[in-house]
C-alpha cells in the first residue's frame, strides 16, 4: 500500500516543565512511500525516526498534518484499524507464550465474521512461521530461543495478521554483527517474497543503504534528503547526509573556491565546477568563496605529482584495502582516512604524502548554509 | 582441607549457636511437651507420654470453634483482599493525576497501630449507651433495625472481623501489585494495541500471567498471615476470645499458655502442632496448584 505523510508534526510538552517550548520530534514531514517498497528511515539517535514510525502504526497521534494509506484518510484511525504489522527493538515477545500463541495471538483478536478455529489460526501460524523458517520451533518459549530467532517470531507475529504495511523499530540493533548481516538479507528476503510495504527505522547507516529501495535521512525532526541509497550517497544535498553516509565518514577540509579552482589551503586541487564560485559582487570575491571540500575515503589517488599534499600518519593494511591515515591543517576532525585499493597501492612513505583526488567523489558545501554547492 | 572445613564452621558458629537456642531448641521442646501428658510448670513432671494432649485439644469445643472461626477468615480474607487489592491497583496504575495522593491514603492503614485501628472500628461498629455506632446510622439512614456487631450475633461479629482483616492486610498488597503492574512492559501493551486486543484480552493474557508470580506470592503470604491471626480479634473484641466466640488457633495456644485458664503448656504444644500441620499442608496444595500456573 502506497503512504503518503502530509505536514506530519509531532511536538512534545517538555520534560522540563520550566522549558515553555515544545520538544519538535517530527517536523513537516511530506513524503510518499511507494506500494511494496523498502523504505530504511535513518538518523541518529533522537532525530525522530522512532516517532515517525509511531504516528504511522498509531501508536502517537500527529499534532498537525495528515496521513494516507492508499486513499485513505487515516489520521484519526486507531492503530489496530489501520492494519499495520509493528515488530518492535526488543521484539515484546510475550515471555509466557508458547512460539506458536505468540505468533497466532492477534490471530485470536478477531471477532464476528473474521473469527478463526483453532485450527485455522494454527494453519496461519505455521505459515508465517514458514516464511521466516521458524516452523520447527514452535512448542518453545521465547527465553529458549536466541536472538535471531526471537526477532524471526516477532516479524512472523507481525505478518500473521497480513497487515498491508510494516513497520520495525531497530529491527537488527539488538543482534550480534555476524547475525545482523545475515538477519537482514533475510529482511528483504521477507519483503521481497510478501511485497507488503515495509519501513524500518535504523541508526546504522551501513544497514539503511543494503536492503532499503529508498533511504529517508532524518535530524532533529527534519527530512534532510530522500531518494535511492546510491543517489543520496553520491549527491548528498548537504554537509550532514554527506557526513553521516558512509564508514569511513567523508573528510572534511576548510576551502575556497577562487578563480574556478577548488582550493585546501594554498593548493588548487581541482577544477570547480560550473556556478561555484561566488557572485562577482559578492565582497568576498576577490579572496574566493569560503566552503567546506568533503572528499570520501575512497577518493584519494596517491600520485607523487598530485596536488594534495598531507602529513602521513600511519598506514593501515586490512588485505583488501589499505587505509592511509594522515593530517592536515585545513581538515576538520582529527585524521583523515583514506581508502585505497591494495592492488594499487605504489609505494607510499612520509613525511608528506601526495594525492590526487576523483572529481565525482568531492562535494562542496557553502560555509554557512552547509548545503551542497 | 580438613582445617579449612573446621573455620567455615567457625564463621557459621555465632549464626547456629542463637538460631539453636531460640529456633531449634524451642521447636524441638514443643513437640516434647505435645506429648507429656499432665505435665505442669510448677512440678516440672508429667505424667507420662502419648497422645492424650491431641485427643483433648480436637475435642475441647473452644479449639474446634477456634478452628473454625480461623478457616472461615482465611477462606473469605484471602481471596478477597487479594481480589480487592489487584482491582485497586489495577485501577490506580490506569490514572495519572491524583496517583501518588491514592496510594499514600491506601498506604496509610499499614502504617498505623492495630490498636488504633480497633479503635476506630469501635467507633463505627460498637453499641453503647450513647450511640449505635456510625455503621448502624447509616442502617437506620435506610430503614434498617440496628446490629450489634462487637457483642451481637456470631455472623455480625466475623462480619467485623473480617472487614478488619482485609482493611488491615491491603495496604501490602496494593503497594506489591501496583510495583508489579508498573514492571510490565509498555512495549508488550503497545504490541497488543496494534493487534487490536481488547482490554480484557489483555488483562487475562498478559497482565495477570506477568504479575502471577507476585499474586502467588501474596496468595501465599496471605494463607499464612491469615492463619496466624490473633492481634486483630483482640483489638476487636478483648482478650477473652472464648467467651466472645470469636477465638482463633494462635488465640487458643495463647490462652492454653497464659490466659484465664493458662498454665497448659502440653495442650498448649498439640494445639500449635495442629495448627503447623494445617498451614503446612495448605502451603503445600497452594504450591501444587499453582506450578502450572505461575510464570517466572
Known sequence: MKITLEHLTKRFPNRNKKIKEDVIAASDLTFEIPDGKLIGLLGP????????????SGLET?????????????????PENRGVGLVFQNYALYPHLTVEDNIAFPLGNLRGKDKLTK???HERALEAAKLVQIDTLMERKPNELSGGQQQRVAI????????????LDEPLSNLDARLRLQTREELSRIQHETGITTIFVTHDQEEAMSISDMIVVMKEGVIHQIGKPQEVYDHPDNLFVAKFLGTPPINVFEGSVKDGKVYIGDEAILDAPEGASAPADNASAASGRKVYVGIRPEGFIPDKNGPLSVTLNKIEVMGRDTSIVAEHPAFIGTTIRSIIPSEDLTDVSGPTVRFRVKPGKVHLFDRETEKTI | MKQKNYKGWLYLLPAIIFLGVFMVYPLIDVIIYSFEEGYSFVTQKSTG?????????????????????TFIIVIITVPVSTGLALLISLALSSIKPLRNAFQTIYFLPYVTNTLAVGLVFMVLFKKTEYTDGMVNLLIHLFGGSSVDFIDGPYWAKMFVMCLYTVWIVLPFKILILTSALASVKEDYYKAARVDGTRPSRIFYKITLPMISPMIFYLVITGFIGAFKAYSDEVALFGTDLNSAGMNTMVGYVYDMLYGNSGGYPSFASAAALILFAVVFTITCINLMVSKNKIHY
Request: negative net charge; contains cysteine.
Open chain 1, 62 to 78: 500527529p499534532t498537525e498534518g495528515r496521513i494516507y494509506f492508499g486513499d485513505n484518510d487515516v489520521t484519526d484511525v486507531p
Open chain 1, 156 to 167: 512472523a507475529r507481525a505478518l500473521v495478521k497480513m497487515p498491508s504495511v510494516l513497520l
Open chain 1, 119 to 121: 485450527e485455522q489460526m
Open chain 2, 49 to 69: 507420654t502419648g497422645l492424650y494432649n491431641f485427643q483433648y485439644v480436637l475435642h475441647d469445643t473452644y479449639f474446634v470453634q477456634a478452628l473454625r472461626n
Open chain 1, 45 to 56: 539517535s533522537g532525530c525522530g525516526k522512532s516517532t515517525t514510525l509511531n504516528l504511522i
